[in-house]
């Protein structure tokens, strides 16, 4: 099947169309996006693929759940972050770790050899300090600045305090300002 | 200056992220797999099914089997063995104590009949006392035929008797007066329990012998 990749309106009206099409749909909008945001959790690149094919059948499955309270955009979000906590959570994660560590060479890495040239760039480092960040402020900074998410959005998401966001958010910057600080 | 987070969608983007996208495999993989979900189960294999009732029949047979063995195995319902049981065999410390006892009264006494059964915790005791003993001599015999056989101390309390008459927790003397003669009523006195003159009972606990006349005659 060809990729459709048409500009649709993120609040599109799902009912007029039949659920094949519906998912169609929400993968041309989300699919990068969602494997993104698979991997600044799980920081592997297989993984994240995995974890976005699961986060398109959930989506799928729950389809009736959706209810207009939420945009669909915060509503595919929440389903991929707790998809990933879930796995970070599960005991099969910590047994991959231990086994990765006795029989990878090298970690799994998102970097082309291009890409590796400009490592140490400034952009480069600012990236891998935020991905360095622990998860609870990591996922503030990502979804507030690499989401460009609205701290309402994200209170939502997260499923915590507005105010709570805000100073995840706060100190999330800090910690990262003294880290670039130190490596620069 | 500038916050250079701002810039983060551009780095992560054009760096780090750059590669890592949903490919079409992904695309075909998802729905391939919710067509999955909405798929009917395949019907089931004639030989599913007969494997499935064979089974369910061997397991149900072999239930059964297993029941009738443990059925078999179990013990006769006391109900019935109480005809054979009813006169409960007199256990073997009493039946020896009264083996002794009786030789005594028979051959010093001149007793015609001395007998016993046990029914549960109450051993029952038939004396046939000659016609010419009076009665004060039938209870001093009786109680001493007691103390004999149980080493029973009367007017003693039951901690007294060293053990010895445990096997029952109440005695009931039965005394009858007879004339001499040569049949054996003893047979006769344990099936048929009437016509005896004097029922003397004694508690353990209490350890006294209480007389209490039945018939008058």
Redesign the interface.
Known sequence: ?K?KKSVVSPEFNFHHLS??EW??QI?DMY??K???LA?TYVKD?KL??DL??EV??KC??HKDNFRNESSVKTWVYSITINLCKDYLRSGWKKYIHVIDRFSKAKPSS???PE?SI?QKSE??A??EE??KLPLKYREV??LF??K?LKVNEISQILNKKEATVRTILQRG?EM?RRK?EKGG | MEDPLKQLPEILNNGRMKTITFKEEHRQSVLQKTRDLNKLPAPKSMWYHWFHQSLSLALGVAFIFLFIQFAESMPLNKDTNKDANFFVKTPYVNQAILTKARHDMRHQHNVTGIDAYQKGDTLTVYIRFPENLSQEKQFFLTESYLKGVSHLTLNEPYEAQENLGELWKYVNLKVYTASSTDNDLIAELLKVDKDFEWLGSIKKNEGTLKWERITNK
Do not use: C
């Open positions: 099947m990729t659920q094949e998912l169609i993968m699919q990068d969602v494997v993104r991997y690149r994240a693929e976005a094919q398109f059948v799928f499955i998102a970097l082309t890409l400009v952009h480069e600012l990236s935020v991905l900074i990502l600045y690499y460009e910057r990262l670039l």
